[in-house]
């Protein structure tokens, strides 16, 4: 077996494996806050930062969501990190947005942070305002979730089946969840162009 074939058999393998009941309850999650009014804050670091950018724009435009995400400016979250700190960079923007218990946070990571492992604190962090002002802690993580996981009234862990390929299969994956989502019929609000010019096109 070819290593293209091996990996493309370890990524159906983990799809089969994604807990279904746990998708649904976050694509609900999300509607609720939505139709509540609350916004959405994508965080994400190093290639989840990308993607946070990236879903929040999906969430934005295909479910009329008002969501954002730091990494969206760069000269603020950088005159942050250089005059507060990193671990702090993403609670003190979520502080200036203020965040409130009818808003969510959406936290995309691989492990889902860790302050004992001292990594993406500022994730940490993050969860930790969340829970003081009673906002709606989300993820999209892999390995064992991290303290994302362990806050989150609904998350989707990428099951951790092939360590090896750990971040490549989380990262992967989390493009495939996030898409599942803003298409799902309780978010969904607008076709994305590509759907829309093919229904034209069979009108």
Request: charge should be negative; include cysteine; proline fraction near 3%.
């Amino acid at each position: 077996m070819t290593f293209s074939e091996a990996f493309l058999a370890e990524t159906a393998g983990i799809l089969e494996k994604l807990d279904r009941d746990d998708i649904e309850r976050l694509a609900t999650t999300l509607a609720a806050v939505r139709d509540g009014g609350g916004r959405l804050f994508v965080l994400g670091v190093g290639g989840s930062a990308a993607y946070a950018q990236h879903a929040a724009s999906d969430f934005r435009k295909l479910c009329h969501f008002e969501a954002y995400t730091p990494t969206d400016n760069v000269s603020e979250l950088t005159a942050r990190i250089n005059d507060e700190g990193w671990d702090s960079s993403f609670v003190k923007w979520l502080e200036a947005s203020r965040l409130s218990r009818d808003d969510a946070i959406l936290v995309l990571s691989v492990g889902g942070g860790s302050r004992e492992k001292n990594v993406s604190v500022n994730l940490v962090r993050a969860i930790e305002l969340a829970q003081r002002v009673g906002a709606h802690i989300l993820g999209i993580v892999g390995s064992d979730g991290g303290f994302t996981r362990e806050c989150a009234e609904a998350s989707v862990v990428i099951p951790p089946i092939f360590p090896e390929h750990l971040t490549a299969h989380t990262e992967g994956l989390c493009a495939v969840v996030w898409h599942l989502l803003v298409f799902h019929p309780c978010l969904s609000r607008a076709p994305a162009k590509w759907e829309s010019i093919s229904r034209s096109a069979a009108r």
